[in-house]
């Protein structure tokens, strides 16, 4: 064989593996894509069949055609389901309450060009003998004294005469017919006010219940169970009036520590303002008085109540160069007589207020009238109840000097005013007097123009009051948590966004008396009193 041969043999040799070599290459790259299209495509397409045919196969509880219940038992065994759940009977679904039908009140408080906005107040129009057939019969409400001098001159009493808490009802509704925001469409008032007489008449029991009776039917009333309703009246004495019934909100003279819908507000007094310039000039004449007088009391003794403090209070100015003392009984003197008794207050610093047969007497509004300083014994007689009238703050307008330390300690009156720095007494004073104006009620036949009364402050906060409780009645909510009504004077001082009242230095005085205890001592508490004290109460401070 030729060399040239040789070497084309070995050249065609050698392109034949070549050639293998490219087929074996080509055969594996053909499987290797068929293998993916398998795995990758026609896999994941089975699946997702698979999961759709077992979404979209028949309940357990109807009947399967027989044709596919093989295939369907494969892809069950394969893929397993929850097992089956028993049928649930059919229940309503519950029904949502309607619209708060006082949103549209609240509504109105968007309203910024309205001068009144959120301000309206809707006043029930009572039957006369609530309210008006009271007065045209005045001689007849008291079986002891004749209480038309208390109601004449709308509720403000003869001039100079001795104005009783009887007539807040009487000012208050005559104050309310000069409100600038009445409206007589309820849906949209952000209050109700009830024009009732509650502190005349020996009926006034009877008539109170009457009352409830007759405002239960009323549509207003059912809105919100009467908890946006309010009226105004004295402290009655001897028992409550509304007890069985859900109350309106009340305002009272004298109010219950223990009682979450009442709220204090001042007595009347002698001075009732027609116009600013009158409130001015009063302040500016109390600041320039010359003061004489360190302490006084104008009061009678209690000999037939071992709790009270006011016989050590009477020995202790009748004994000290600095004391004044005006003396009372339950016959004619001078405590009837507002000129005796205004001018012993402006004449003194300090004036001492020891409970009444509630918890506060007029006298105390009477004094801080005239710029003289309160001096309580018991916290309930102003720091629980006067929230919207006066300081949370009470060391700033008061002094406070424990009952016990008169009763049990004998401490001198004199010796513990005589402690606070002149500066301070100054201080004091002036807090008093710049109280004035949201402490008298003006005459109602004109108002104030710019200032806030009584009356002023008290419908602003019983607004605000209410205007709460919607909100919160909308967001399912309660303004307190675990709230307890015989706690309800602790709520009164709570600071701005606290929900829970507990333990407070107070509780001793304000624990609320047991059923069948006696409730009737000055210290205890209680507000009832003798048929014979009843008799002459509103003599009698």
């Given at each position: 064989?030729?060399?040239?041969?040789?070497?084309?043999?070995?050249?065609?040799?050698?392109?034949?593996?070549?050639?293998?070599?490219?087929?074996?290459?080509?055969?594996?790259?053909?499987?290797?894509?068929?293998?993916?299209?398998?795995?990758?495509?026609?896999?994941?397409?089975?699946?997702?069949?698979?999961?759709?045919?077992?979404?979209?196969?028949?309940?357990?509880?109807?009947?399967?055609?027989?044709?596919?219940?093989?295939?369907?038992?494969?892809?069950?065994?394969?893929?397993?389901?929850?097992?089956?759940?028993?049928?649930?009977?059919?229940?309503?679904?519950?029904?949502?309450?309607?619209?708060?039908?006082?949103?549209?009140?609240?509504?109105?408080?968007?309203?910024?060009?309205?001068?009144?906005?959120?301000?309206?107040?809707?006043?029930?129009?009572?039957?006369?003998?609530?309210?008006?057939?009271?007065?045209?019969?005045?001689?007849?409400?008291?079986?002891?004294?004749?209480?038309?001098?208390?109601?004449?001159?709308?509720g403000l009493g003869h001039p100079l005469e001795n104005v009783e808490g009887f007539a807040v009802d009487v000012i208050f509704s005559n104050q309310m017919k000069q409100y600038k925001c009445?409206?007589?469409?309820?849906?949209?008032?952000?209050?109700?006010?009830?024009?009732?007489?509650?502190?005349?008449?020996?009926?006034?029991?009877?008539?109170?219940?009457?009352?409830?009776?007759?405002?239960?039917?009323?549509?207003?009333?059912?809105?919100?169970?009467?908890?946006?309703?309010?009226?105004?009246?004295?402290?009655?004495?001897?028992?409550?009036?509304?007890?069985?019934?859900?109350?309106?909100?009340?305002?009272?003279?004298?109010?219950?520590?223990?009682?979450?819908?009442?709220?204090?507000?001042?007595?009347?007094?002698?001075?009732?303002?027609?116009?600013?310039?009158?409130?001015?000039?009063?302040?500016?004449?109390?600041?320039?008085?010359?003061?004489?007088?360190?302490?006084?009391?104008?009061?009678?003794?209690?000999?037939?109540?071992?709790?009270?403090?006011?016989?050590?209070?009477?020995?202790?100015?009748?004994?000290?160069?600095?004391?004044?003392?005006?003396?009372?009984?339950?016959?004619?003197?001078?405590?009837?007589?507002?000129?005796?008794?205004?001018?012993?207050?402006?004449?003194?610093?300090?004036?001492?207020?020891?409970?009444?047969?509630?918890?506060?007497?007029?006298?105390?509004?009477?004094?801080?009238?005239?710029?003289?300083?309160?001096?309580?014994?018991?916290?309930?007689?102003?720091?629980?109840?006067?929230?919207?009238?006066?300081?949370?703050?009470?060391?700033?307008?008061?002094?406070?000097?424990?009952?016990?330390?008169?009763?049990?300690?004998?401490?001198?009156?004199?010796?513990?005013?005589?402690?606070?720095?002149?500066?301070?007494?100054?201080?004091?004073?002036?807090?008093?007097?710049?109280?004035?104006?949201?402490?008298?009620?003006?005459?109602?036949?004109?108002?104030?123009?710019?200032?806030?009364?009584?009356?002023?402050?008290?419908?602003?906060?019983?607004?605000?009051?209410?205007?709460?409780?919607?909100?919160?009645?909308?967001?399912?909510?309660?303004?307190?948590?675990?709230?307890?009504?015989?706690?309800?004077?602790?709520?009164?001082?709570?600071?701005?966004?606290?929900?829970?009242?507990?333990?407070?230095?107070?509780?001793?005085?304000?624990?609320?008396?047991?059923?069948?205890?006696?409730?009737?001592?000055?210290?205890?508490?209680?507000?009832?009193?003798?048929?014979?004290?009843?008799?002459?109460?509103?003599?009698?401070?």
């Amino acid at each position: 064989m030729t060399p040239r041969v040789a070497m084309r043999r070995r050249s065609a040799k050698a392109n034949q593996t070549n050639r293998i070599y490219l087929l074996v290459s080509l055969s594996l790259f053909f499987w290797a894509l068929i293998f993916y299209f398998h795995f990758s495509v026609i896999g994941s397409c089975s699946s997702s069949n698979i999961e759709k045919q077992i979404q979209l196969q028949p309940t357990y509880d109807q009947p399967q055609p027989s044709s596919s219940s093989s295939s369907i038992s494969l892809r069950v065994d394969k893929f397993p389901l929850d097992p089956p759940k028993e049928k649930e009977p059919l229940v309503a679904k519950p029904v949502l309450p309607p619209e708060f039908s006082f949103v549209r009140a609240l509504k109105t408080t968007d309203n910024k060009s309205d001068p009144c906005e959120g301000k309206y107040i809707y006043v029930h129009d009572l039957p006369s003998r609530f309210n008006e057939d009271m007065l045209r019969h005045c001689k007849k409400l008291s079986l002891w004294t004749n209480m038309c001098k208390f109601t004449t001159n709308a509720g403000l009493g003869h001039p100079l005469e001795n104005v009783e808490g009887f007539a807040v009802d009487v000012i208050f509704s005559n104050q309310m017919k000069q409100y600038k925001c009445l409206m007589d469409d309820s849906s949209l008032t952000a209050s109700i006010f009830v024009p009732f007489y509650a502190g005349f008449g020996v009926a006034r029991d009877a008539a109170s219940l009457e009352l409830v009776d007759w405002l239960m039917k009323r549509p207003e009333w059912e809105i919100m169970r009467g908890k946006d309703h309010s009226l105004w009246r004295r402290k009655l004495i001897g028992g409550t009036s509304f007890s069985p019934y859900q109350l309106p909100r009340t305002c009272l003279c004298s109010s219950s520590p223990w009682n979450a819908n009442d709220f204090g507000i001042p007595y009347p007094t002698y001075f009732h303002s027609a116009k600013d310039s009158e409130v001015f000039e009063w302040q500016e004449r109390m600041r320039n008085l010359d003061r004489k007088w360190l302490f006084s009391f104008a009061g009678a003794p209690r000999p037939d109540n071992p709790k009270s403090i006011r016989g050590q209070i009477i020995d202790q100015c009748r004994n000290s160069n600095v004391g004044k003392l005006l003396e009372c009984d339950f016959g004619e003197s001078k405590c009837h007589a507002p000129s005796s008794i205004t001018k012993m207050f402006q004449g003194s610093l300090f004036c001492l207020q020891p409970q009444r047969d509630s918890y506060t007497r007029r006298s105390a509004f009477d004094s801080m009238l005239v710029g003289c300083i309160p001096v309580f014994f018991h916290p309930g007689s102003a720091y629980t109840q006067y929230k919207w009238h006066l300081p949370k703050n009470y060391t700033t307008y008061s002094v406070f000097i424990c009952e016990d330390d008169i009763r049990k300690r004998n401490m001198s009156i004199k010796e513990r005013l005589l402690q606070i720095p002149p500066e301070q007494v100054k201080i004091m004073r002036e807090n008093v007097i710049k109280l004035i104006t949201g402490l008298i009620y003006a005459d109602p036949r004109s108002g104030l123009e710019t200032l806030k009364d009584a009356f002023d402050i008290s419908v602003e906060a019983i607004i605000d009051k209410v205007t709460r409780l919607r909100k919160n009645m909308i967001k399912g909510r309660t303004e307190y948590d675990s709230f307890v009504e015989e706690n309800s004077w602790k709520y009164v001082l709570l600071e701005e966004g606290q929900r829970e009242a507990g333990r407070h230095v107070w509780d001793p005085f304000l624990s609320k008396p047991n059923p069948g205890e006696d409730s009737s001592s000055e210290g205890s508490g209680g507000t009832t009193i003798s048929a014979d004290a009843a008799k002459n109460s509103w003599k009698s401070e």
